[in-house]
């Protein structure tokens, strides 16, 4: 745990489903979530660019680092909204976006939030919540890399391209269906 500002404690969750631009518009809407930076883990190359991302080559996924007040909102939740807005049943595939660094992956801070990841994909299966079993892969956190400033807040940027208004609307649609209760605010 880091202490933030205002000196409380604070947690990270670093998640991966998909494109990062459709997880940090989901998450910047949750109550407890202090501050969302969108980038890339999981691969081998140093301070790699979205453009190396996208070839495949450097093995990163596009993630999202969500800091996050654990008295206003639990881990569990955050898992919860997570496997809720992404298909963690597809591998390297989110709707029309494919290839590994699109992949389900919980990137695990310490041993707790690696217990309370496995057992959350457990429940989920042994529930058959999915029709198909989750591919969502646990992984120890390694280096994590702030993505380019213009991924940063892109939908509130860019909420009119037509990517956002399918894709990420659909999501925060979801979300202020699903999750009313867990929302900063009604409307953004």
Request: charged residues 20%.
């Amino acid at each position: 745990m880091t202490k933030s500002k205002e000196n409380e404690l604070t947690e990270v969750a670093i998640l991966a489903g998909g494109c990062f631009w459709c997880m940090e518009a989901v998450f910047e809407r949750v109550k407890g979530v202090l501050k969302i930076v969108s980038g890339y883990i999981g691969g081998t190359t140093i301070n790699p660019t979205y453009d190396e991302v996208c070839s495949g080559i450097t093995g990163h996924v596009e993630a999202v680092q969500i800091m996050f007040d654990p008295v206003v909102i639990t881990y569990e939740t955050l898992l919860d909204v997570f496997f809720h807005h992404h298909d963690p049943t597809s591998k390297d595939k989110q709707g029309n976006d494919q290839g590994t660094q699109y992949r389900s992956i919980i990137f695990y801070q310490n041993e707790t939030q690696k217990q309370i990841a496995e057992k959350y994909i457990h429940e989920l299966n042994s529930s058959h919540t999915y029709s198909s079993p989750i591919v969502t892969e646990v992984q120890s956190a390694s280096i994590f890399y702030p993505g380019e400033e213009y991924h940063q807040k892109y939908y509130e940027k860019n909420s009119y391209q037509p990517y956002c208004q399918y894709v990420i609307d659909q999501k925060i649609q979801t979300l202020y269906k699903d999750y009313g209760k867990l929302l900063k605010n009604k409307i953004l």
